[in-house]
């Protein structure tokens, strides 16, 4: 079956660094996506890899590792306001998302 | 510029109704996407449109039928609802189908 792994939850301080990991087995792979969620909101677009390496975007970078089925999102310099649940998806050889349930982040001041 | 929404974004029924959720998107995006989400799962695919008149289904299609009638509807009707499809729904459209998805901001639903 497919699998996308990732922290339930996790609690970091305000101004600090947190990554988030995320581990998956998919029929295939086609990119994997990183979206941001607000409680009570939609879920909005934050990165995309589909070749290894690190994508950079301001505070926010992600990494993929094909080999390994691996993938971490890294948020810097942490604001009140990135408290939320962190969405990581898989595009499998179908083009369809698989999900995983998403790391709820808590940010402490 | 709305991009995409959703209608209505609360609603309760009982169980047996018919439900229709409605999903608007203003991009001309060629997919669009039902999706659902219950706490401690991920979103799961209900069903996708890859244009008008074309559809499939996804994970989690029983219990659903939706239809394409022109490209920036994509409305999702629950036939005869059931407790168990009490969660929120998500309407996502992309450009492509291996592009970006763009969500609307969800319907709530309760079935009694």
Request: hydrophobic share 35%; with cysteine.
């Amino acid at each position: 079956g497919q699998n996308i792994d990732q922290p339930t939850e996790m609690t970091a301080t305000e101004g600090a660094i947190v990554q988030i990991n995320c581990t998956y087995q998919t029929s295939g792979f086609n990119g994997l996506f990183w979206y941001q969620q607000h409680a009570g909101e939609a879920p909005t677009f934050l990165s995309y890899n589909v070749l290894d390496g690190l994508e950079e975007k301001g505070r926010f970078s992600s990494f993929l590792s094909r080999s390994k089925g691996y993938s971490y999102l890294l948020l810097k310099e942490l604001q009140m306001k990135d408290s939320a649940s962190y969405l990581c998806a898989v595009m499998d050889s179908n083009y369809q998302l698989i999900w995983g349930a998403g790391t709820k982040l808590i940010i402490k001041p | 510029d709305a991009g995409i929404t959703q209608s209505p974004r609360y609603k309760i029924t009982e169980t047996g109704r018919q439900v229709t959720l409605m999903c608007h998107q203003t991009w001309s995006h060629s997919y669009m996407f039902w999706y659902r989400q219950d706490l401690g799962h991920g979103l799961r695919l209900i069903y996708y449109s890859a244009a008008a008149d074309i559809t499939d289904k996804g994970e989690v299609p029983d219990g659903y039928v939706v239809s394409r009638s022109k490209t920036e509807n994509f409305p999702l009707t629950l036939e005869s609802a059931t407790r168990s499809q009490t969660s929120v729904y998500f309407c996502a459209s992309s450009e492509q189908v291996e592009e970006t998805q763009y969500f609307g901001p969800g319907t709530r639903l309760l079935v009694l």
